[in-house]
């Protein structure tokens, strides 16, 4: 029996590249979707077992649309996936770099790859992913124009790659949360690392925030991120999310989030999870 999991974009996208290179020697389905939105309601929905959402770039930071999405579905992180990007300059077969005068792509792509668009005199123009961008071009059989994406999606539609390494950064990775319906049953083993994500709302007072964020200093805990983003029940209200080293069973973990809890009007355990590299 194979898994079904959902992605954002078209197929050829680095959600999906993920999800091939984690899910390597398994069988699996995967499951284009429009939005992430839309790719979290296919696991809400039982449509999907598992879904692949990019929270954040190394270049690019945060992907915001992603934090948001989440905050709509009650689902869990099973695992962070962190992918290194490999951005590649595509184009129809036979057309050469100096026929192009525009490249679409993803924002996020787009600005991992600034300088050497600029570098090439290229238009940059935005498409709603990068796989979809490769797509486009493919099938619309547009010969002045490239496309961002990655050396799956040129495989994908049968393009040339016109040039490999197109990200400005050679540090370019994405994280990755491989969510699903339920908690993942994570058991501790003090040899390996882990981390928690927790998503709260500080409750309507002076220094709230300081306040939650001590808890996990005052237990010697190390937080990693932090992202704020609009309430979706309140005007001026902030939801955060929040991550941190540790497992969610260890004593002083425990002990922090009791303290949050007391500390804040609304608190979730996203999950624990390990972080894998692909």
Known sequence: MSLHIAFQGEHGAYSEQAIQRYFINEKINTQPCSSFEHALSYVSEHKSDLVMLPVENSV???????????????????????????????????????????????????????KSIQQLSLVPKRFSDTAGAAKYIAEKKVNNEGAIASELAAKTYGLDILRYHFEDESFNYTRFFLLGRQALELAFDPEKRYKTSIVF????KPNALVQVLSCLSDNGIN????????????????????????????????????????????????GCYQSTYV
């Open 201 to 204: 709302a500080t409750l309507d």
């Open 60 to 114: 690019a930071g945060s992907v915001i649309s992603a934090y948001d999405a989440l905050l709509k579905y009650n689902l869990c992180i099973h695992q962070e996936i962190v992918l290194k990007v490999q951005h590649c300059l595509l184009a129809n077969k036979g057309v050469k770099l100096e026929d192009i005068c525009e490249v679409r792509s993803h924002e996020q792509a787009l600005s991992q790859c600034q």
């Open 223 to 270: 937080m990693t991120k932090i992202e704020s983003r609009p309430s979706r029940s309140r005007a001026w209200e902030c939801i955060f999310f929040v991550d941190f080293e540790g497992h969610d069973s260890e004593e002083h973990i425990q002990t922090a989030l009791l303290m949050i809890l007391k500390r804040t009007s609304f608190l979730k355990n996203l």
